[in-house]
């Protein structure tokens, strides 16, 4: 497979999963969604930023995986809280540019290609931020706040209830049903419900677990 041809496969599942999710793509997008596969390709041949190597796969487990809880984001700001190398933030600020995201993580690695996938793809609705999220003291709150495969339910609630607003929303992205992180009673009286999300190309479980507040 040439690298013209394995461009154009990933336009192509990338177009099509979207489509699937019910998002409807502009060129700009679109391009800058792939610009973003090509900067993790390349940024993790000298960096470990993530173990999905193959760029055909980052299409579902990155992009598609991140877009899919783009219809459960409410308000206009929006915190990722241990982004990584900017997942779901960044697939989300490409296709929501009407709101404001903000990337925490405290390994500077991973801040410094979220700036640079920032600068590159030009996404002014983005502000990376090194930080740990224990310490973090921003000078407003959140509408909402997401969070991908970090911590236990109950964990991150306790760690986020001083940075989401009311109303708001927390948003939890894991992969099977969590029933034993729900069950902590310290999440007892919580306005919690659980979706089951299908990823376009993804065989294996995807669920989001949704605290209201307010």
């Keep these: 497979m040439t690298a013209a041809s394995g461009a ?7 177009a099509r999963g979207a489509q699937l999710l019910g998002i409807d793509l502009g060129a700009r997008q679109r391009a800058r969604l ?7 390709e390349y940024w993790n041949r000298a960096f470990n930023l ?9 299409i579902a487990q990155h992009l598609l ?18 982004t990584g190398p900017g997942l779901p933030g960044l697939p989300l600020a490409i296709v929501r540019p009407e709101r404001r995201f903000r990337l925490l993580d405290a390994n500077g690695k991973k801040i410094r290609f979220v700036r640079q996938a920032v600068a ?20 407003g709150n959140f509408s909402t706040i997401v969070a991908r495969a970090l911590a236990p339910v109950a964990e991150i609630h306790a760690l986020t209830s001083h940075l989401l607003a009311a109303p708001g929303r927390l948003l939890l992205m894991k992969g099977r049903y969590p029933a034993e992180e729900l069950a902590d ?7 919690i419900s659980v979706r089951p999300l299908q990823v376009p190309f993804l065989a294996s479980e995807r669920h989001l677990v949704e605290i209201r507040r307010g």
């Design 34 to 40: 792939l610009g973003l596969v090509d900067l993790l």
């Design 185 to 191: 009673p310290r999440l007892a009286g919580l306005a």
């Design 50 to 58: 993530t173990a999905v190597r193959d760029p055909e796969a980052m």
């Design 8 to 14: 154009g496969d990933r336009a192509v599942r990338l």
């Design 120 to 139: 590159e793809l030009e996404l002014e609705n983005v502000e990376p931020v090194q930080a740990r999220m224990e310490s973090y003291r921003p000078e």
């Design 65 to 82: 995986d991140s877009l899919a809880i783009a219809p459960y984001l409410a308000g206009e700001s929006i915190l990722d809280l241990g």
